[in-house]
């Protein structure tokens, strides 16, 4: 006997047929003798309809007051479920977060979960009972509901599996499994039996939605395995798991990941003296907002420019504050792009194989497109292009690394 986590997202319980679904689907696992614990979202479209509604109250709601508001997309989805399993004689009891007591800071509407109380969660499982809980959700120590952010029933049901000692965490989503990219993009895109944590980690963070960045990090750092499945249909799905002791084996790429919402700001200009760049980046992320790429050049006259990229919708806010800073520094001019793409290659087996930089710049120029910035780690090289290439440039590098073959 195991005991598993399953998450069903919003589109996975976007109606009282796909909830039956998801019930049929429990039931049967249930059936096989494992423990079960179910983590649900709010159906899909529920969350936007409730912020709408605070929208026609009010222009400025408190962050509380939108938590005690959305939490009860979930409490919906987690009644129904049970439900619908008990009406199957599958036993089993819903919980909120505030009664499993996912204890969280006091951040509302991005809270952090602290610690999880599952004492009262395991008598029941001893009992024979599915457990359904409320993703998304937690509660303070002063007895506030919070919520964790978009995406946060991801990583309440890995730290529900972390805190159970769970075999494994299941997230049930609208795709098979994680892909060396978007099949949308390339036609040969392979569904992956297995990817490192690291990995999907840096996937993730490079623009794949498939899963919600917290929980990557959470699963890793408390060692649960993961597999991403479809709701829909059956499958193996793609298993997220420690590297293992074969990563020599490995394949040198094992995925290509993109994101389109980036924007470029040049400064130009500016004095090639000690604390400039902080005198610059300080104030932007004072103001939250994160910086990616950054890269600085110093030109023949004495003077540098430096360039950073940031998510598109803060590219308005970012500009504000670079030019105040430009007249500051008595710098030439501000420059800015919201026409840019970041492609990224992600592979642990970049460690042990040379000229994968070279390889997939050979495979870009080829194709007559241009990098204008790089970026690189242990196991990840990532470029700034114009974004009308980037989906000529995942299919050449997709095709230059052979990610269509299997390496199994």
Known sequence: MSLIVQKYGGTSVGSIERIEAVAEKVAACRALGDDIVVVVSAMSGETNRLLGLADAITDTPTPREIDVLVSTGEQVTIALLSMALNKRGCAARSYTGAQVKILTDDSHTKARIEEINVEGMQAD??????????????????????????????????????????????????????????????????????????????????????????????????????????????????????????????????????????????????????????????????????????????????????????????????????????????????????????????????RSHAGVASRMFTALAEHNINIQMITTSEIKIAVVIDEKYLELAVRALHSAFELEKDAN
Do not use: W
């Open 125 to 350: 499982l001893q009992q024979g009972r599915v457990l359904v809980v409320a993703g998304f959700q937690g509660v303070d120590s002063a007895g506030n509901i919070t919520t964790l952010g978009r995406g946060g029933s991801d990583t309440s049901a890995v730290a529900l599996a972390a805190a159970l000692a769970a075999d494994e965490c299941q997230i049930y989503t609208d795709v098979d499994g994680v892909y060396t990219t978007d099949p949308r993009v390339v036609e040969g895109a392979r569904r992956l039996k297995q990817i490192t944590f690291e990995e999907m980690l840096e996937m993730s963070s490079q623009g794949s939605k498939v899963l919600q960045i917290r929980a990557v990090e959470f699963a890793g750092k408390y060692k649960v395995p993961l597999r991403v499945l479809s709701s829909f249909e059956d499958g193996p799905g793609t298993l997220i798991t420690l590297e293992d002791d074969d990563s020599m084996e490995n394949p040198i790429i094992s995925g290509i990941a993109f994101n389109r919402d980036e924007a470029k700001l040049t400064i130009q200009g500016i004095p090639d003296t000690p604390g400039v760049a902080s005198r610059i980046l300080a104030p932007i992320g004072e103001a939250n907002i994160e910086v990616d790429v950054i890269i600085q050049n110093v030109s023949e006259d004495g003077t540098t420019s430096l360039t950073f990229t940031v998510h598109r919708n803060d590219l308005n806010r970012a500009r504000g504050l670079l030019e105040s800073i430009a007249m500051e520094l008595n710098a030439r001019s501000v420059v800015t792009d919201d026409q840019i793409a970041k492609v990224s290659l992600v592979g642990v087996g970049m």
